[in-house]
């Protein structure tokens, strides 16, 4: 299994402002993967960043709202940029290292006033 | 975009009572994969059941697939207030792409009283 970690686990943050989480794994994988979940809601997939790559990212999601880095196969960040109440919600970090498993860091949970 | 939905949403029972919760997804699926989420907190990966694989067990869980309906169940024996949490269903499709994203369902919300 990967054990992931998640930088900050919690924020409150202004509206207008960008935050940046940080995913760390320890071990090296080929796919990353950034997940919303909304208060009260399901997970919704972001993007999928891979190393040496750009992220490829859902419908209704954009860079310029959340541009994503994955310098190397254990690190990725997540930027949440020109923040809104709406975007108010847990943001999960996740890795592929098989073809089939999946494993899911802690989370950090945003609240923009 | 989601992939499918799960019933019910919210299920309240007693200590020891088995708890089943269904899911039902839209395209053709590589595997189906159940989670269980406490409070909001990541996700802790439960079981997972291939596309050619009808049934499987692991300790007091059982999942089977129905494939033709497009459809899973999760069971949950002898419940524990333990287990009290959200339980989300995701299955992974793999594209031209080759990503293989795992795409959750709605989730159903488990209260076991003790």
């Known amino acids: 299994s990967a054990v992931i970690s998640q930088k900050p686990s919690r924020d409150i943050c202004q509206r207008g402002t960008s935050l940046t989480i940080q995913c760390q794994v320890d071990?090296?994988?080929?796919?990353m993967f950034w997940y919303r979940q909304q208060p009260g809601q399901s997970l919704t997939l972001i993007a999928t960043a891979n190393q040496g790559s750009e992220a490829t990212y859902e419908s209704g999601f954009v860079i310029d709202k959340f541009p994503i880095s994955r310098p190397n196969l254990t690190f990725s960040t997540l930027t949440v940029s020109n923040m809104s109440p709406e975007d108010s919600s847990i943001y999960l970090c996740?890795?592929?290292?098989?073809?089939?498993?999946?494993?899911f860091g802690p989370g950090t949970r945003l609240l923009v006033l | 975009s989601q992939q499918g939905e799960e019933d019910p949403q919210a299920l309240s029972i007693q200590e020891g009572e088995n708890a089943t919760m269904n899911c039902s997804y839209k395209?053709?699926?590589?595997?189906l994969q159940w989670y269980r989420q406490n409070s909001g907190r990541g996700l802790v990966h439960l079981i997972l059941i291939r596309s050619n694989e009808r049934e499987k067990h692991s300790g007091r869980l059982r999942v089977t697939l129905d494939t033709s309906k497009k459809s899973s169940s999760l069971l949950i024996t002898a419940s524990r207030a333990a287990d009290t949490a959200s339980y989300f269903c995701a299955t992974r499709r793999w594209g031209s792409s080759n990503t293989g994203k795992l795409i959750f369902g709605q989730g159903t919300t488990l209260q076991v009283k003790p």
């Open positions: 395209t053709s699926i590589n595997n």
């Open positions: 071990s090296q994988v080929t796919m």
């Open positions: 996740s890795v592929g290292p098989t073809q089939e498993t999946q494993y």
